[in-house]
């Protein structure tokens, strides 16, 4: 990994062809660090959340789905405002400093709420934090990036990001096996390494001025390149994919319930996924430089298939089960910064932040249905049979989606 300092303040001088094929922006980097922070923080809690919400407060399954819903999708609410925002004004830093900071609040807010409402309205205030950063920081990644390396820049990101992932749940699996069932002390040591990650973007990461706001992009253009052609085809498959792509804690409350083992150590199921994840999320956005993201992108959703498929079987076992998180592992790596490498050079420069928080909004909003329709299947029809149906259902969406992105590799912006 190289930092390049093409991104320095005062600096507008580009770099030589050939100089850059190996080196990443400082800007990604430092982006890289505030969403490892912030993944320890988040992280910590949604290692927990799903057993505490069931076991500790007693949610049933219809309600933990339509928690897990509002965890998924509520961020779909200021996606879009977020990328807009980011575009139209020039402040992408402190467009994704509010959505940090209230991310951040939230982790403090865990401890007096108690009851469905409180915890409802503590995980849509964490969730709206989230919505508002993430376009914004995504086009700051790709404004610092060279577009032939956005793929191995977004995989550096996550990376970062993942290490963050993998540190979160060991950190509260610590403090569980330190005191069992003291989930108060998991939300305070997550609101310190939240409030951390802020104060590393607010004091390091430089504002770069998007093209947007040089050009002073109005409303109206947003919009109809948001919705025009080139993203069409994208937007569909990314919605019918999201559709069938069950929350992680469904997945990992199927396991539980299957091998029985101890509570305190479920945190470590999250730790199995992101040690994946990180290992392999900088090959893979290499890997779709060169071979064509949606195609890596296809191909990470039928890992998340696999997984299914496995986590649906009626005896597991140690070997099972890693294969089983090593395989959601890939699918996030496979996906998450592929997405947005994707649509970013779908979009011109002038709505790169707005093509990109289309996207996710799109994801968001899917995956929210997902997690209800999953919530409510469960309740019916138990976990296997549930993660059977939709393992089918996305056996016939992956095909699907593969054609839907046919070629769309070429008709990127120059």
């Known amino acids: 990994m190289y930092v390049s300092l093409r991104d320095r303040p005062g600096s507008d001088k580009e770099p030589e062809s050939g100089s850059t094929v190996r080196r990443v922006s400082s800007t990604v980097i430092l982006l890289g660090v505030v969403s490892m922070l912030t993944d320890i923080s988040s992280e910590s809690v949604s290692s927990i959340l799903p057993l505490y919400l069931t076991a500790v407060v007693g949610l049933s399954p219809v309600a933990y789905g339509f928690l897990d819903g509002m965890y998924q999708g509520v961020s779909a609410l200021v996606r879009l405002a977020g990328g807009y925002a980011a575009d139209r004004h020039g402040q992408p830093k402190w467009v994704a400093v509010l959505g940090y900071g209230a991310s951040a609040l939230s982790r403090i807010a865990l401890l007096p709420a108690a009851g469905f409402a409180a915890i409802t309205a503590v995980v849509t205030g964490d969730r709206l934090g989230k919505g508002l950063r993430t376009a914004p920081r995504d086009a700051l990644i790709a404004e610092s990036t060279d577009p032939k390396m956005l793929g191995r820049a977004f995989g550096v990101h996550r990376t970062l990001d993942t290490i963050g992932a993998a540190i979160g749940p060991l950190v509260a699996f610590a403090l569980l096996a330190a005191v069992p069932g003291d989930y108060d002390s998991i939300f305070v040591v997550s609101f310190a390494f939240a409030v951390v990650g802020v104060a590393v973007l607010v004091l390091f990461v430089p504002n770069l001025r998007t093209a947007a706001a040089k050009a002073r992009v109005g409303f109206r253009v947003v919009l109809r390149e948001v919705g025009g052609r080139k993203l069409r085809k994208p937007l569909?498959?990314?919605?019918?994919?999201?559709?069938?792509?069950?929350?992680?804690?469904?997945?990992?409350?199927?396991?539980?319930?299957?091998?029985?083992?101890?509570?305190?150590?479920?945190?470590?199921?999250?730790?199995?996924?992101?040690?994946?994840?990180?290992?392999?999320?900088?090959?893979?956005?290499?890997?779709?430089?060169?071979?064509?993201?949606?195609?890596?992108?296809?191909?990470?959703?039928?890992?998340?298939?696999?997984?299914?498929?496995?986590?649906?079987?009626p005896a597991g076992g140690l070997g099972l089960t890693l294969t089983t998180l090593m395989l959601l592992g890939v699918f996030y790596a496979a996906t998450d910064g592929v997405l947005p490498a994707l649509i970013s050079r779908l979009v011109s420069e002038e709505t790169r932040g707005s093509g990109i928080a289309a996207a996710q909004t799109v994801v968001a909003l899917a995956r929210f249905a997902s997690s209800l329709l999953f919530g409510v299947y469960w309740s019916l029809q138990g976990p296997s049979q549930s993660l059977l149906v939709f393992g089918a259902l996305l056996a016939l969406a992956v095909p699907a989606a593969g054609w839907l992105l046919r070629g769309i590799d070429r008709a990127q912006v120059a």
């Open 236 to 313: 569909i498959a990314a919605a019918v994919l999201g559709l069938l792509t069950v929350g992680d804690g469904f997945l990992y409350l199927a396991l539980q319930e299957r091998d029985d083992f101890a509570a305190t150590y479920f945190p470590l199921l999250y730790v199995g996924t992101n040690v994946a994840y990180l290992a392999l999320a900088v090959p893979l956005g290499r890997l779709a430089d060169r071979v064509g993201r949606a195609k890596v992108l296809v191909a990470g959703h039928g890992a998340l298939l696999l997984s299914y498929l496995l986590a649906a079987l």
